[in-house]
């Protein structure tokens, strides 16, 4: 019995034990500050500004981002896609655990950001989807 609930507790240890933060990115309507970061949306106008964030609860060594801005042909998000906007980044020494901007659209659609690190360029770091209706 002692070895049976030694070999469930091992087994937790193990499976459970690597848990960690991921990265992520939120998007909102107003310049992120603290006290409105948990009201980010997904859903934004024409032509408005959509302010983001980039959390990143590890150090990027190299310190260095690259982003994409990708629009879906469709409202579903599949068949092809379209290449809107990139930009590199290169982190402060105060923005070690994030990163915050904003960029507009002026085409309705459903768009995915994606953000690459110099660590690994060709793994995706974060990304995270959002709309722009009328």
Request: aromatic share 16%.
């Amino acid at each position: 019995m002692k070895k049976l609930f030694f070999g469930l507790f091992l087994c937790l240890i193990l499976c459970c034990g690597c848990l960690q933060d991921k990265p992520g990115i939120l998007f909102n309507h107003q310049p992120i500050t603290e006290k409105n970061i948990y009201n980010h949306s997904k859903i934004f106008p024409l032509g408005s500004r959509i302010y983001y964030v980039i959390l990143m609860p590890n150090k990027v060594e190299s310190r260095y981002l690259y982003i994409q801005i990708v629009k879906r042909d469709n409202d579903y998000g599949r068949i092809g896609y379209d290449l809107i906007m990139t930009r590199d980044i290169r982190l402060k020494d105060e923005e070690v655990n994030y990163f915050t901007d904003y960029f507009v659209i002026n085409q309705k659609g459903y768009y995915e950001m994606q953000v690459y690190s110099k660590d690994n360029p060709h793994k995706v770091f974060t990304s995270a989807e959002f709309y722009v209706q009328e």
